[in-house]
């Protein structure tokens, strides 16, 4: 089942980019949501668009240089709004054109790839800030709907075959191979989608961050159709 994020606590939604810049998280509310029913084409760019590899980084000069249609035109203009609002804030914004994330199947038992609900972490007091404009939209899922993956029995038990160090060291190690970013759905979770182009804050955990990281996670991309990601 899938929550629509008006009625979650765990999303405050506003109404401009400055409200989305300077609200503070708090309690269980560690995701806000730019709310917009944008106007253009965006198809139009993805399909004008050339996919370099499975990931291609979108540039200015790259948009402008596309021949469009006035709706394709009035998307653009989106873009490259939110791209330099976001840059005037501080942020370094990428544009990807995304046909899909690489996936880890190294171990049977646990994934740490995009695709599985994680948190990110950074050293410094920063949020994700990210929207789809085109293709499948990501996920995120209440903090309390949710059990870290090492903290799984069978899970960890596997973790520590595999490894050969002192036990005083096994958190190190869990957290040099990002293991303990990893979160695995209650059988009650209720995602929420994030869905098509809403401008999202996410709370990070870093050493200053006062409420819990969002749980979040890619969405498996639909057959044939590219995602067009802005991220930072």
């Known amino acids: 089942m899938m929550n629509t994020f008006s009625e979650n606590k765990q999303v405050k939604v506003v109404s401009s980019f400055q409200e989305l810049a300077n609200s503070h998280f708090q309690g269980t509310m560690n995701a ?23 990931i291609t980084e979108v540039s200015v000069d790259d948009l402008l240089a596309l021949q469009l249609s006035e ?18 804030f501080g ?29 990110d972490r950074s050293p410094i007091a920063t949020d994700t800030f990210l929207c789809t404009y085109h293709g499948a939209a ?20 596997k973790l520590q075959e595999l490894y050969d160090g002192p036990e005083s060291e096994f958190d190190a190690f869990l957290e040099e191979y990002f293991f303990d970013l990893h979160y695995q759905p209650k059988p ?3 995602p929420v989608n994030l869905g098509m182009g809403h401008l999202w804050r996410l709370a990070v955990d870093h050493p200053t961050q006062q409420v819990l990281p969002c749980v979040h996670r890619a969405p498996v991309e639909k057959d044939g159709e590219y995602r067009l990601l802005l991220i930072c």
């Not at 990501?138 to 038990?157: G, M, T």
């Open 32 to 54: 806000l949501c730019w709310s917009r029913n944008l106007v253009g084409d965006f198809q139009e760019i993805v399909a004008k668009l050339e996919l370099k590899e499975n």
């Open 138 to 157: 990501s996920d995120i899922v209440p903090n309390d709907q949710v059990e870290q993956k090492i903290l799984i029995p069978e899970i960890r038990s």
């Open 71 to 88: 709706d394709g035109s009035l998307a653009r203009e989106i873009l490259l709004s939110d791209i330099q609002l976001l840059t005037d």
């Open 91 to 119: 942020a370094s914004p990428t544009l990807n054109l995304l046909k899909c994330y690489e996936r880890d199947d190294e171990l049977d038992f646990i994934s740490t790839d995009v695709y599985s609900y994680h948190v």
């Open 188 to 190: 009650n979770a209720t």
